[in-house]
C-alpha cells in the first residue's frame, strides 16, 4: 500500500529563525503517528506545514499522491480535506455544539448533516449535548467536540496539536485510550504532536522524536524506550542512567554492575569505551541477591517507589521497586539485573 | 499570536496591496504638506518667522504647558482620591469624574464666556449685591484670556490624566506601599514617592492625550482671540489666501505632535515594567473624617461641577427656552449633515480597520505591522493640519481633472472632490482610524488564532473565516469602535470648518458660528446634542469602571 502522506525532506523557518530541517517521514493508511519532542522543537511547525499553515523552504509534502506544499506552491488549508485538533478545542464559541460539528460539513442536504452530527456525538459519547454552547462543557466535553468536528467532514488525515495536554492527568490519559479506539474503529489516519511521552505511548503506533527541528528516530514506542538510537531520545524517552562500559568483544560489553552478553551492532569494536544505558526498570529487587547498591534517594510514585542507588564506584543507578518493599535511605538493597536491550553511546 | 508565514493561497496578495494602500492614503496628508512646505508656490516662511510665527509658538507653548499642568494637577488629585480614601459619594466620584469627556472645549468657552462677562449673571449679581455699576468699580478676572483657556480646557480634558492615573493606583501592589509605610514613610510621603513615580508612564499617556487635544483646538483659542498655531493656520489660509505658508505652520504643529506622540510611546512602553502584572487584593480604603472628608469631596466636586453639570445645565437651560428659535428646519438640515458624514465616517473606518486588522492577522509579516501603524498616525495630527493635508492631494487631483476636461470638452468639471463632502470624510476617516484600528485589533487578539485554523482546515477561505467565525466574535468591539467615530466626527470642529463644501453647516460649526456672533442660546439646543453624544461612549466606559469598582469593594 502507498503512504497516504508523504513528508520529504522539508525546511521550514519561523519567526526568521530555522525551525525544521531535512525533515522526512512517511503514513499509511490508518497510522496513528505521533511526533514528541521538548517545546520549540519544531514539531508543532511540521503540523502547521502540513495544514497549510506554513510555507516550506525546501522539500515537499505529499498527500494522495498530490503534492501539496513546496517551495513553488500551496494548496490553501481550506483545500486540503485535512482536520486539526488544538489544545484549546478552538471550537466556535458562537455556535451550539452542533453547529460546530456541522462547521466542516458543506454539503446543502440539512438531513444528512443532522445524521452526521448524531453519528459523531454519539462516537464521543455525546449525544444529546446538540444544543450545549462550549462555555457550558468541561474540558474533556470540549476536547471531545472538537475532535468530533475534525472527524464529521470525513478528512483524509486529522492532525491534532498537543489536544490533551489543557486536561488533568487522570482524563488524559482515559482520553487518550479512548480517542484511540475511536480513530482505530473508523480507521483514520492521524498524527499528533506532544511534549509527553505518556501520549505518545498510549495513542500511537509510531512515534517520531524530535529535536532542534530534525527528527532524531522515527519508530514504534516500544523501540524508542528499549532501542533509542540517539542518546538524545534515550534523555528524552524514559527515565535512566548512563554508566562507564567497554565492549569486550562481538556479544559481551563490561560495565562496573556486571559483564553483560546480548547482541552487539556491527561496528562494535573490541576495547571500546562506551556509555550504558541502563533504565529503572532493568534493576530489579531481589532482598536474596548478593549484589548490592546503597539507596541515596527514594521517591514514591503509588504503586512503586522509585530508587536512587549509589555504586560503590559513586555512580549512581536508579531502580524501579514495587512500593511494599519500603527500605530506608542509607541501607543496602540487593538488587539483580534483568537488562535484555543492550543500548549504548559513544563518549561525546 | 503572531501567525508568520501563514499567508498561503492565492488571497494573500490582494491583503497585502490593500492595506499597503490605506496606509499610503493615511500618509498622504502629511506627506503633502511637507512637499508643499519645501516647495511652496509664493514662499511666506522668512515674513512668517519675522511677523507672527514668534507669537504663535510662545501662545502655543504657554496654553499647552498651562493645560498640561491644570489636567495633571485636577487628573492625579481626583485619581488619587477616589483610589485610595472613603469619604462622601466617592463611589459615585469613580465615574461621574469622566463625564466632563463628553464637552467639547468650545462649548464650555462659550458657555463660560456668557456666564462670567460682564452682562452675564455673575457679574450682574456681583454688582447688585455690593451696589457697583461699572466694570472698573471693582476687579474680576476676564475669561477671554490665555489663563480662561487654559482653566476651561483644563476642566474637560483632565479626564484623560484622570483615567490614565486611576488606573495605575489601582494596578499597584499594595505590597509596595505597605513596604513603604514599614520603612517609616508617612500615608502622604508614600503617595509623593512610591504611587506617583509608578503612576509616571500612565500619567505621561494621559498628558500626551490631553495635549493632543489642546493642539487640535480650535473653537475655544479663536473665541479668546489666543494666536495659537491652530489658528495661524486659519489665518494664512483663509486671510492671507496661502496654502503653502499654512502647510508651513502645519510642519511646526507637526514636530510638536511628534513630541507628543513621543511622550504617550515612552509612555505606552514603560507601564509594562511599571505596572504590576499579578493580581493583587485591592488595596483596602482609607476611611477619611472630619475636615478631610469633605475637603476630598470638594476637590472631586468642583471639577464634575464646573465641567459638566454647569455647562450642561446652562445647555438644557437655553435648549428649553430658546426652543421655538432653535428648532427649525435649518437645524434639522445641519442635524442631519452632521448625523450623515459621522455615521459614513464611523463605516468607513470599521470597514478599514477590519480590513487592516484582519489582513495583518492572517498575513502577520512585519510589513503589514507597520502599515498598520502608519494607518493610525492620523489620531495625533491635529485637524487644521490634517485638512491642509488632505487638501493639496485633493486641489492637484481636481485641478487636473478641470484642466483635462477644459481642454478635450470645454466644460469644467470644478472641485470633485476637494469642494465636496468627500474631503470631509476623508479627514474625519484619516482622523480617527487609529481609534477604529486599536478597538478592533484588541477584539481580535483576544480570540485564538486555532480558532482561525480550525475554520480553514475546516474548509472555510479566509474571507468566509472572517465573516462566519470572526465577525460574531469582534462584535462589541465594532460597535465601540463604530460609536467613538461617530461621537469624534459630530464634535470635530476645525477639519470641518476648513474643509466642508459651501453652504454645507453641521451641528459643529452652526454652533461655533451662533456662538460667534453672541448668539449662543439660539444655538444651545445644537451644542446639548453633540453633548449628549458624547455622553454615550462616556457612559459605556463608566460602565466598566463602576463594575470595577464592585472589584474593589469585596475586600471588607
Given at each position: 500500500m502507498p503512504p497516504i502522506l508523504k513528508v520529504e525532506n522539508?525546511?521550514?523557518?519561523?519567526?526568521?529563525?530555522?525551525?525544521?530541517?531535512?525533515?522526512?517521514?512517511?503514513?499509511?493508511?490508518?497510522?496513528?503517528?505521533c511526533l514528541l519532542g521538548p517545546s520549540g522543537c519544531g514539531k508543532t511547525t511540521v503540523l502547521r506545514a502540513i495544514a497549510g499553515f506554513q510555507k516550506l523552504i525546501r522539500g515537499s509534502i505529499t498527500l494522495n499522491n498530490t503534492c501539496i506544499s513546496s517551495p513553488e506552491g500551496n494548496i490553501p488549508p481550506e483545500q486540503r480535506n485535512l482536520s486539526m485538533v488544538f489544545q484549546d478545542g478552538a471550537l466556535f464559541p458562537h455556535l451550539t455544539v452542533e453547529k460546530n460539528i456541522a462547521?466542516?460539513?458543506?454539503?446543502?442536504?440539512?438531513?444528512?448533516?443532522?445524521?452526521?452530527?448524531?453519528?459523531?456525538?454519539?462516537?464521543?459519547?455525546?449525544?444529546?449535548?446538540?444544543?450545549?454552547?462550549?462555555?457550558?462543557?468541561?474540558?474533556?466535553?470540549?476536547?471531545?467536540?472538537?475532535?468530533?468536528?475534525?472527524?464529521?467532514?470525513?478528512?483524509?488525515?486529522?492532525l491534532m496539536d498537543e489536544p490533551f495536554s489543557s486536561l488533568d492527568l487522570a482524563l488524559r490519559e482515559s482520553l487518550g485510550q479512548e480517542v484511540r479506539d475511536l480513530l482505530k474503529n473508523i480507521g483514520a489516519t492521524c498524527i499528533l504532536v506532544t511534549h509527553d511521552q505518556q501520549d505518545a505511548f498510549t495513542f500511537s503506533d509510531q512515534a517520531g522524536v524530535m529535536r532542534d527541528g530534525k527528527i532524531e528516530q522515527w519508530d514504534t514506542p516500544y523501540n524508542l524506550y528499549h532501542k533509542p538510537a540517539t542518546r538524545f531520545v534515550a534523555d528524552f524517552v524514559g527515565d535512566g542512567v548512563f554508566l562507564d562500559a567497554a565492549i569486550l568483544d562481538q556479544n559481551k560489553i563490561w560495565s562496573e554492575l556486571a559483564v553483560l552478553t546480548g547482541d552487539l551492532p556491527d561496528d562494535a569494536r573490541r576495547g571500546q569505551r562506551v556509555q550504558l544505558l541502563v533504565r529503572p526498570d532493568d534493576i530489579i529487587h531481589d532482598d536474596e541477591s548478593k549484589m548490592t547498591a546503597r539507596i541515596k534517594k527514594k521517591t514514591f510514585r503509588g504503586e512503586s517507589y522509585l530508587y536512587t542507588l549509589v555504586l560503590p564506584s559513586g555512580s549512581e543507578i536508579l531502580s524501579l521497586v514495587p512500593s511494599h518493599h519500603n527500605h530506608a535511605i542509607g541501607e543496602d538493597l540487593g538488587i539483580k539485573l534483568e537488562i535484555d536491550h543492550l543500548v549504548y553511546f559513544h563518549d561525546d | 499570536m503572531t501567525d508568520t508565514n501563514s499567508s498561503l493561497g492565492s488571497s494573500a496578495a490582494a491583503w497585502r496591496i490593500g492595506t499597503t494602500g490605506i496606509a499610503l492614503i493615511a500618509m498622504l496628508p502629511v506627506l503633502a504638506i511637507?512637499?508643499?512646505?519645501?516647495?511652496?508656490?509664493?514662499?511666506?516662511?522668512?515674513?512668517?518667522?519675522?511677523?507672527?510665527?514668534?507669537?504663535?509658538?510662545?501662545?502655543?507653548?504657554?496654553?499647552?504647558?498651562?493645560?498640561?499642568?491644570?489636567?495633571?494637577?485636577?487628573?492625579?488629585?481626583?485619581?488619587?482620591?477616589?483610589?485610595?480614601?472613603?469619604?462622601?459619594?466617592?463611589?459615585?466620584?469613580?465615574?461621574?469624574?469622566?463625564?466632563?469627556?463628553?464637552?467639547?472645549?468650545?462649548?464650555?468657552?462659550?458657555?463660560?464666556?456668557?456666564?462670567?462677562?460682564?452682562?452675564?449673571?455673575?457679574?450682574?449679581?456681583i454688582r447688585g449685591l455690593f451696589g457697583w455699576e461699572?466694570?472698573?468699580?471693582?476687579?474680576?478676572?476676564?475669561?477671554?484670556?490665555?489663563?480662561?483657556?487654559?482653566?476651561?480646557?483644563?476642566?474637560?480634558?483632565?479626564?484623560?490624566?484622570?483615567?490614565?492615573?486611576?488606573?495605575?493606583?489601582?494596578?499597584?501592589?499594595?505590597?509596595?506601599?505597605?513596604?513603604?509605610?514599614?520603612?517609616?514613610?508617612?500615608?502622604?510621603?508614600?503617595?509623593l514617592f512610591v504611587s506617583l513615580p509608578i503612576a509616571r508612564p500612565g500619567i505621561a499617556i494621559g498628558i500626551a492625550l490631553a495635549l493632543m487635544e489642546t493642539l487640535n483646538d480650535f473653537g475655544t483659542v479663536d473665541y479668546f482671540a489666543i494666536h495659537t498655531l491652530t489658528a495661524g493656520i486659519f489665518d494664512v489660509w483663509l486671510n492671507m489666501n496661502n496654502l503653502g505658508g499654512a502647510a508651513q505652520i502645519a510642519i511646526v504643529m507637526l514636530t510638536f505632535v511628534l513630541l507628543l506622540i513621543g511622550l504617550e510611546y515612552i509612555g505606552r512602553k514603560r507601564i509594562g515594567f511599571y505596572q504590576s502584572v499579578g493580581r493583587f487584593t485591592r488595596i483596602e480604603k482609607i476611611q477619611l473624617t472630619g475636615l478631610a472628608k469633605w475637603a476630598a469631596f470638594m476637590v472631586c466636586f468642583v471639577p464634575v461641577l464646573a465641567g459638566f453639570f454647569i455647562p450642561v445645565g446652562m445647555l438644557i437651560n437655553y435648549g428649553i427656552?430658546?426652543?421655538?428659535?432653535?428648532?427649525?428646519?435649518?437645524?434639522?438640515?445641519?442635524?442631519?449633515?452632521?448625523?450623515?458624514?459621522?455615521?459614513?465616517?464611523?463605516?468607513?473606518?470599521?470597514?478599514?480597520?477590519?480590513?487592516?486588522?484582519?489582513?495583518?492577522?492572517?498575513?502577520?509579516?512585519?510589513?503589514?505591522?507597520?502599515?498598520?501603524?502608519?494607518?493610525?498616525?492620523?489620531?495625533?495630527?491635529?485637524?487644521?493640519?490634517?485638512?491642509?493635508?488632505?487638501?493639496?492631494?485633493?486641489a492637484v487631483f481636481d485641478n487636473a481633472v478641470d484642466g483635462f476636461f477644459r481642454a478635450q470638452f470645454g466644460v469644467s468639471t470644478g472641485l470633485i472632490l476637494s469642494g465636496t463632502t468627500f474631503a470631509l470624510i476623508l479627514t474625519y476617516v484619516i482622523r480617527f482610524l487609529a481609534i477604529s484600528i486599536g478597538s478592533i485589533e484588541s477584539s481580535f487578539s483576544k480570540i485564538s488564532t486555532s480558532i482561525d485554523m480550525a475554520a480553514r482546515t475546516l474548509g472555510h477561505p479566509p474571507f468566509r473565516t472572517l465573516r462566519r467565525y470572526h465577525l460574531p466574535l469582534i462584535k462589541s468591539g465594532i460597535f465601540t469602535a463604530a460609536l467613538i467615530v461617530f461621537v469624534d466626527c459630530m464634535k470635530e470642529l476645525p477639519a470641518t470648518l476648513l474643509l466642508r463644501p459651501f453652504n454645507f453647516e453641521t451641528l459643529a460649526t452652526h454652533v461655533y458660528l451662533f456662538a460667534a456672533d453672541e448668539m449662543i442660546e439660539q444655538s444651545a439646543l445644537g451644542a446639548l446634542f453633540i453633548v449628549l453624544c458624547g455622553l454615550i461612549p462616556v457612559i459605556v466606559l463608566s460602565k466598566t469602571i463602576s463594575s470595577s469598582q464592585v472589584l474593589v469593594r469585596q475586600p471588607n
Open positions: 522539508i525546511r521550514c523557518r519561523y519567526e526568521n529563525q530555522s525551525a525544521v530541517d531535512s525533515t522526512s517521514f512517511e503514513l499509511e493508511q490508518g497510522t496513528l503517528a462547521a466542516g460539513l458543506h454539503g446543502n442536504d440539512k438531513k444528512k448533516n443532522q445524521t452526521i452530527v448524531g453519528e459523531m456525538l454519539s462516537h464521543v459519547r455525546l449525544s444529546g449535548f446538540n444544543k450545549r454552547y462550549p462555555h457550558e462543557l468541561s474540558g474533556g466535553q470540549q476536547q471531545r467536540v472538537a475532535l468530533a468536528r475534525a472527524l464529521a467532514p470525513k478528512p483524509r488525515l486529522l | 511637507v512637499w508643499l512646505a519645501l516647495f511652496p508656490s509664493e514662499n511666506i516662511w522668512p515674513h512668517l518667522v519675522s511677523t507672527v510665527l514668534p507669537r504663535y509658538l510662545s501662545n502655543t507653548v504657554i496654553l499647552m504647558v498651562g493645560v498640561g499642568i491644570s489636567v495633571f494637577l485636577i487628573g492625579v488629585s481626583t485619581a488619587y482620591l477616589v483610589s485610595t480614601y472613603v469619604f462622601p459619594g466617592q463611589q459615585y466620584f469613580a465615574w461621574l469624574l469622566i463625564l466632563p469627556l463628553a464637552v467639547p472645549a468650545y462649548v464650555i468657552a462659550y458657555l463660560y464666556t456668557d456666564l462670567l462677562e460682564f452682562a452675564g449673571p455673575v457679574q450682574t449679581m461699572l466694570a472698573r468699580d471693582y476687579w474680576f478676572p476676564n475669561v477671554r484670556s490665555m489663563g480662561g483657556a487654559i482653566i476651561l480646557m483644563g476642566l474637560v480634558l483632565y479626564p484623560y490624566v484622570y483615567l490614565m492615573a486611576r488606573a495605575s493606583f489601582l494596578e499597584q501592589s499594595p505590597h509596595l506601599l505597605d513596604v513603604s509605610r514599614l520603612m517609616g514613610r508617612s500615608q502622604f510621603n508614600t503617595f427656552t430658546y426652543f421655538e428659535q432653535s428648532w427649525t428646519e435649518q437645524f434639522r438640515e445641519y442635524a442631519l449633515n452632521s448625523l450623515s458624514v459621522s455615521i459614513i465616517a464611523a463605516i468607513c473606518c470599521i470597514v478599514i480597520a477590519v480590513f487592516v486588522s484582519y489582513a495583518k492577522r492572517i498575513e502577520g509579516n512585519a510589513w503589514l505591522g507597520s502599515a498598520s501603524k502608519l494607518a493610525s498616525m492620523g489620531y495625533a495630527v491635529p485637524g487644521a493640519v490634517l485638512a491642509v493635508g488632505v487638501i493639496i492631494p485633493l
